[in-house]
Structure formats: C-alpha cells, structure tokens
C-alpha cells in the first residue's frame, strides 16, 4: 500500500502515476470500437460504488423464480406472475417443464424487461409500463426472500468490482405500516400536526423493522459463509441503506413513508439516507411534487444529519406534458438533495443553467442510470444529458439502477458509458472514485477539500504513515477510498502487463 500511495499521491512520483493511467487509458481507447474486447478489458476494473440501486429490482427473474419454487409457490392461471401455496400441483414453480413450454420464458418476460427489450410486446406496452409492472409481478417473493436477495446482490457486486452497495430497500414491517395510512391527500400547513401524530405511533414498528433487517442480514452472511473459514468474496462488499418514500400514493401515505424513512435514517446506522421513489409521471407524483418537496424540507430539519438523494428530473417529452418539466430537479435541490437521481429532464428546465452551475458549485452529483433512461425514457446516445452534464463540470456516478428487472450489470453500463457516451478510461476512473466520495458512507473522505485525487495531507505520502492510518482506522468513507485506489492501482499494473508485447523466445 506504501508504494501505491506514494505513486498515487506524493508530487515527485506523480509522473509515474499520471503516465500508467495514460497508458491504460491509450490501451481502452483502441479496444472502444469493439464491444465484446471493451466489456473483457472493464469487467476487472474496480468500479467503486453503485449508489442508485433498488434491492427489489437488482434480482434477476431467474432468481426470483427459484426462491419461489423451493418455497412452494405456483405460476398463476395466466402464467405472469407467482401465487404462495397452497396452489394447484400443475402450476408448481418446482414441476420440471415439458420440451417446449414457453411457460418459464413467459414469467422471465413478465418479472423483467427482457422480452421488451427484444421486440416482445413493444406494440402493446411501452418500456416505462413495462418496467414499473415487473415490481408487482415479482412482489410475492420479494416478501419472503429479503436474506437471499441480499446475499445476491453481494454476489453480483463482487463480480463486477463493485466493493460498496447503498441499497434503496424498505423493510416489510414499516412497509406495511405505510399502506394501514389513510389514502387521502393533505396540506401543507398540516404537516407539523401529521407529523407528532406519526411520530408517536412509530417506535414500535421501527423497533419491528431493525429486527427484520438484523434477520435478513444474518441469513445473508450464512449464504454467502462470511463467518466460516472460506467466506465468499461478497462478504469484503459493503452494503448500506436507503429508505424509499412512495410518490405516487395518497400524501397521507406518502408523508407516513417520509416520517419513517427519516426516523429510521436517524435511529440505525445502517440507513444513512433517504430517496423518493416510483414514477415520477404518475398523476399523484406530478399533482403533489411541491407539497412532497415541503415534507421533506420540514423532516430535514427534525433530522438535519440524515443525507437525502432525491430522484428528480426522470421525465422526457412527450412522457409528460411541458409544464412538469420546468423546474422539478431545481426545486429538489431547493429541497436539500446532496445527489440527484436520474436528472434526465435537466436540458428542458427553465432554469437549466442555473442548475447545473448550482450542482457543480455545491458538488451535489447525478446519478447516471444509462440502460434505465433508455428502457423507461427512450433517451440513449446524444438525447443524453450526461454530455450536458460534464460540461457544466457536474460530479456524476454510473449505477445500475434496477440490473435485474433491466438485465444488465455495471460493466455493461460501463461499456454504454463509452460506447454511447464518448467517455475515457480517466473519466470512467473519475466516476468510480466520486462513487464512493458522493457515497453516504459516514467519515472524513480520503480526498482534500473533495478535491478527487489530491488526498489529505496525512495521506499524501503513503496509506501505511501513521496519519493517514489514523483516518482509515477512524473512517468507513476514507478506508473505502484507500481500498479502491489499491485496487485501482492493480488493475492499471495488470491491464499494462497484459497489452505489454510478448516476447516469442525465437531467436530472430
């Protein structure tokens, strides 16, 4: 580690450094034109973080459909989704299908956008429909199966070199506390009332929600053997949590889910935030944007340590009509957002310059969500924002958004980053490093001033120094950041090594 930092951060030894990234980046740019050698070069790249990542959507069709069968769950009469036993014995998950049936194909289609993607249905059902059906679809074993799903998206990260998880994921118990709220709207002069009347009903449910979460979390570690003598390399990937508020329910629901995701955020340290989440187009999502904007101004100073990302701007044209998108990434950042999820609509605000100075004044970062915006939005290649992002000098992050419903991975939103998008191998570097420093892992971060790449005074030298082993000791944030540079540093070393040209051992 002493040597990497030296080479990493220490002025004398910059060339080095800065020269290996060149090289790597010279030896990416001649693979950018070829799919399938691009995808081989970037799948062992540390990849840092995945911060836009809903636990429920992260799972594949395939595994969904597994954990149902050894539980007993049937295909429903029309064959798209699943029904807990007792069910008719024809229809078991676990019933070996005949040569031929289309029976598990069908449900693969209807839990993910698969089939959409590849021509199936696209006359019927739009690719946003199609999408936001699948949660429902999958639902019933999403309830049952929280503690495989988290050992499964471990697994999934440390494929792909993702070493740090902040799940969007919301418990079964205070879930379920959300929708017993009454399905009405509200004001917002009655927040502070609604408020110390949530308030004194919620102990209890959250105390119900740790424990669930403690639960699913053990099982987790006991899938992947992460206490045995041979634990899994998913057991070295850090999760954290998100709590979801529901912007398309009633806003007496909405606000319940708001109360909760704040409180929890405040009370266990394994939430360190909260989103707001679902179709931003839908009719209550749209009718009550400013009122959801002021419950969370209001929460946010109840609970003024609780990080916030808000999903904001995933609209395009015609999706809505042109008034719903003139100003809702602006007013959540008027709302305290620290990262903006998705920002597509970012180009067609009214204030859109304004902003974007904003977020790269402020460094709050977007979250860039490549395959997601083309299957919901249809917005892909130069229709993008990314491009008018980096150009106002905005801090983003690549993540996955929902890889499993969306059948992707963050290698492959990697490879669309360049393919698509026109970014280097020092620009995807820069996005794997601000995935962690935009992360809400708690601590001072690794990096001066947020500055990316200039690291703190007691960590210029070398990781091993006492200082700067003080910060890592002391900072979940810092110690992350450490571990990437090492690895990135590794694979820079690997990726040089193996473009080197190969010496024949035939005397010319």
Known sequence: MAGLAV??????????????????????????????????????????????????GAIWA??????????????????????????????????????????????????????????????????????????????PIAHIATGKMLASVRRNAALEQVSYLELDHNTNALSAHVMQAPAKGMTEAEIPALYAEELAALGPVMDKAQVELTGDEAEAERLLACQSAAPQSACKVKVHYLWQAMRALPARQVFRSLVAAFAMADRDP????????????????????????AMIRFLSAKYPKVRRTLHAGELAPGLVAPQHMQD?????????????????????????????????RHHVAVEINLSSNDVILGVKGKDHPL??????GVPFVLSTDDA?????????????????????YGELKQAARASLEYSFLRGPGLWAGGRIGTAVAGCKVSFAVESCKKLLDASEK???????????????????????????GIAP
């Open 328 to 360: 809702h990434i602006a007013k959540a950042l008027a709302a305290g957002a620290e990262r903006i999820g998705h920002g597509v609509d970012i180009g067609y605000e009214a204030n859109s310059r304004q902003t974007l100075a904003q977020m790269a």
């Open 387 to 392: 491009g008018l992002y980096r150009r106002a």
């Open 7 to 56: 080479a990493a951060h220490a002025a004398p030894a910059g060339k080095p450094a800065a020269s290996g990234e060149q090289a790597v980046a010279a030896i990416m740019a001649k693979l950018a034109d070829d799919p399938l050698a691009l995808h081989q070069f970037l799948r062992p790249m540390p990849k840092g973080g995945d911060l836009h990542n809903h636990l429920s």
């Open 62 to 139: 395939e595994d969904y459909i597994a954990w149902g069968a050894q539980a007993g769950y049937c295909a429903s009469a029309d064959g798209l989704t699943v029904v807990p036993p007792p069910c008719p014995a024809e229809r078991a998950l676990s019933l070996p299908q005949p040569q031929g049936s289309d029976a598990p194909s069908r449900l693969i289609d209807s839990f993910s956008t698969r089939g959409w993607q590849l021509g199936v249905g696209r006359n019927e059902r739009s690719g946003h429909d199609q999408f936001f059906q699948t949660f429902g679809q999958f639902a």
């Open 478 to 504: 810092a110690k992350a950041q450490a571990d990437l540079e090492t690895r990135l540093a590794a694979f820079e070393r690997g990726a040089i090594a193996m473009a080197a040209p190969k010496s024949t």
């Open 404 to 424: 499993g419903v969306l059948r992707t991975d963050m290698t492959r939103e990697y490879v669309r980053a360049v393919r698509e998008q026109g970014l280097t």
């Open 270 to 293: 394994r939430y360190v935030g909260i989103n707001i989440v679902m179709p931003e187009d839908a009719e209550l999502a749209l009718a009550d944007y400013d009122l959801h904007m």
